[in-house]
Antibody
């Protein structure tokens, strides 16, 4: 079964840092492009970042560019999102998703990041 | 950036009703559009990809159509488990963008 399991969320102060992880299983992780998508409480979905297979090419939403870094460790079948200089509007559930060439499938269960003092 | 305008933002319908949700893209995106269903507290689930292809395991009462700038998601014969929020996603060009969502509620 294809599965994505996020971890690393929690409460962080404004200006702080957090690293999210996404453990993949049930498929050949190294062959797939991967993304992060987030959802602020009670709001809609927002695409955050993408990394290609191999990890050499990344793309970011303008609102996180320069603060967030998406990366992957294919030896560990794990996707990461390093988040620095966090702000209140970064508060959201962060989802790890696989890009199957026609959008997102599957999605992880999400991990909540709360930025607050 | 490509803007996705989804309508309506919410609707109330009865079991058995036919429901149609629309997404309009600010520029042509060929058929690079998906539809997702999200229930409270859960991750979204893909229903339709490349505008009209039904995801494996999704009931045939769901259908998608359109190309270019206008797309529709139709639920033919609404079931109790279909009450949820629906989103479109364009994956034609970065940044990928979602519609604002349509909440389908029980009348």
């Amino acid at each position: 079964e294809v599965q994505l399991v996020e971890s690393g969320g929690g409460l962080v102060q404004p200006g702080g840092s957090l690293r999210l992880s996404c453990a993949a299983s049930g498929f050949t992780f190294e062959s797939w492009w991967m993304h992060w998508v987030r959802q602020a409480p009670g709001k809609g979905l927002m695409w955050v970042a993408r990394v290609n297979s191999g990890g050499g090419d990344t793309v970011y939403a303008e609102s996180v560019k320069g603060r967030f870094t998406i990366s992957r460790d294919d030896a560990k079948d794990t996707l990461y999102l390093q988040m620095n200089s966090l702000r209140g509007d970064d508060t959201a559930v962060y989802y790890c998703v696989r890009d199957d060439g026609a959008g997102f499938d599957p999605w992880g269960q999400g991990t909540l990041v709360t930025v607050s003092s | 950036d490509i803007q996705m305008t989804q309508s309506p933002s919410s609707l109330a319908a009865s079991v058995g009703d036919r429901v149609t949700i629309t997404c309009r893209a600010s520029e042509g995106i060929r058929n690079d559009l998906d539809w997702y269903q999200q229930k409270p507290g859960k991750a979204p689930k893909r229903l339709i990809y490349t505008a009209s292809t039904l995801q494996s395991g999704v009931p045939s009462r769901f259908s998608g159509g359109g190309s270019g700038t206008e797309f529709t998601l139709t639920i033919s014969g609404l079931q109790p488990e279909d009450f949820a929020t629906y989103y479109c996603l364009q994956h034609h060009s970065y940044p990928w963008t979602f519609g604002q969502g349509t909440k389908v509620e029980i009348k």
